[in-house]
Nanobody, 118 residues
Framework: QVHLVESGGGSVQAGGSLRLSCVAS?????MGWFRQAPGKEREGVAS???????NYADSVKGRFTISKDNAKNTLYLQMNSLKPEDTATYYC???????????????WGQGTQVTVSS
């Protein structure tokens, strides 16, 4: 079992920045960030493999950066140049047997809300 707790969400104006954090029991496995807006399916935002392999959704490339600090067991998502369409609940996830932007992760956090106003 891996416990994940997200934080750092909030309200920001378009063009602003936020940094999300996800404190985990450990960060040895592949980890990812996902988001879900009301009425929409959950979508993968970024993933970071245990080998350092990075994947980003096209919609956030060049604006979002995923990283982790293994000493702090924390995954981060730096979000810059935020747009109203980035408004969603953001979740972190991890799994020892899956990596990527699909929903195949076994362990999920409870989510943190990000609201971007125009």
């Amino acid at each position: 079992q891996v416990h994940l707790v997200e934080s750092g969400g909030g309200s920001v104006q378009a063009g602003g920045s936020l940094r999300l954090s996800c404190v985990a029991s450990h960060t040895r496995y592949c980890m990812g960030w996902f988001r879900q807006a009301p009425g929409k399916e959950r979508e993968g935002v970024a993933s970071l493999g245990s080998d350092g392999n990075l994947n980003y959704a096209d919609s956030v490339k060049g604006r979002f950066t995923i990283s982790k600090d293994n000493a702090k067991n924390t995954l981060y998502l730096q979000m810059n140049s935020l747009k109203p369409e980035d408004t969603a609940t953001y979740y972190c996830a991890t799994d020892w047997n899956y990596c990527g932007l699909g929903p195949g992760y076994r362990f999920w956090g409870q989510g943190t809300q990000v609201t971007v106003s125009s």
